[in-house]
Nanobody, 114 residues
Framework: QVQVVESGGGLVQPGGSLRLSCAVSGSTFNAVSMAWYRQAPGKQREWVAQ???????GYAGSVKGRFTISRDNLKKAVYLEMNSLKPEDTAVYYC????????WGQGTQVTVSS
């Protein structure tokens, strides 16, 4: 059974940075396109960024230029480097495969507030 575990969230001031991590177990990983999603209070979950097996990346317009997604196939991990954080980035962040439809993890809370 595939398991994804997100970590690295926390409270940060506007303009600050955080690095999120996602560990995957129970599945092959190298050929899987992975993505980060987020869900703010009262809103639907939205796509944030993705990375393919060949490391081609894509970003939502709201985070482009501020967030960077990366992966480590040996560690079966995906990362999201978040810079210049804004209050509107506050959300629970999740990672998942793009196409395999794995079960969602618990997510990691990111709160941007002064």
């Amino acid at each position: 059974q595939v398991q994804v575990v997100e970590s690295g969230g926390g409270l940060v001031q506007p303009g600050g940075s955080l690095r999120l991590s996602c560990a995957v177990s129970g599945s092959t990983f190298n050929a899987v396109s992975m993505a980060w999603y987020r869900q703010a209070p009262g809103k639907q979950r939205e796509w944030v960024a993705q990375i393919t097996s060949s490391r081609t990346t894509g970003y939502a317009g709201s985070v482009k230029g501020r967030f960077t997604i990366s992966r480590d196939n040996l560690k079966k991990a995906v990362y999201l480097e978040m810079n210049s954080l804004k209050p509107e980035d506050t959300a629970v962040y999740y990672c998942n495969s793009v196409y395999q439809g794995w079960s969602w993890g618990q997510g990691t809370q990111v709160t941007v507030s002064s």
